[in-house]
């Protein structure tokens, strides 16, 4: 009777677990997720009314821009990672986001949409508790221009883009791959 009593306690537990984590997603993704649309969207009106060129100081500055003014308001750490960094300073993946990354590629390969892709999970960090959460982030004909196949990117792009990412990786892409991340590190 004891022993039923104690594996019913942590079933429940495991129950309240699940939709603290669910709760914390859900809170995650209204607050963090809405930074995306907004590049989106200021990368299209930029290379539509300026060309590629103009857009890399968007890529480069206006979305850590406001990637830093949603981490500010809500106290999360907030960044773009990826595999095939353009801007390693700020978007090489630590080892957890490495392994999202690579699991998310995985279920994209098994046939689960890149825009549903996400993961959410506690974790401890120099001894406080912290919710982690990743979302992927699909290449869209916008990013193809600086992105896609290097023999398909302009002459005059290219050599904008090794200006200002000496090392950059972030090449080869087709449309609706895993372009990388956006990864929230939020204390609990």
Request: aromatic letters at 4%; proline letters at 6%.
């Amino acid at each position: 009777m004891l022993r039923t009593a104690f594996a019913l306690t942590l079933c429940l537990s495991g129950v309240a677990q699940a939709q603290d984590l669910e709760a914390l997603k859900l809170d995650t993704r209204k607050n963090a997720l809405p930074v995306l649309p907004k590049v989106v969207a200021m990368m299209q009106e930029t290379v539509a009314g300026k060309g590629a060129v103009a857009a890399i100081p968007v890529c480069k500055e206006a979305a850590p821009q406001l990637l830093r003014e949603q981490s500010e308001k809500t106290g999360w750490a907030m960044s773009r990672v990826s595999l095939k960094t353009r801007n390693q300073a700020k978007g090489t993946p630590d080892v957890w986001e490495a392994r999202q990354l690579a699991d998310f590629n995985i279920r994209a390969a098994n046939g689960e949409k890149v825009e549903t892709l996400e993961v959410g999970e506690v974790q401890v960090d120099n001894g406080k508790p912290v919710f982690r959460y990743m979302r992927a982030i699909p290449v869209g004909d916008v990013c193809l221009k600086c992105h896609g196949p290097v023999e398909s990117i302009e002459p005059a792009l290219k050599q904008a883009l090794a200006s200002h990412y000496p090392e950059d990786k972030a090449f080869g892409y087709a449309k609706g791959q895993i372009r990388g991340a956006l990864s929230v590190k939020r204390p609990l």
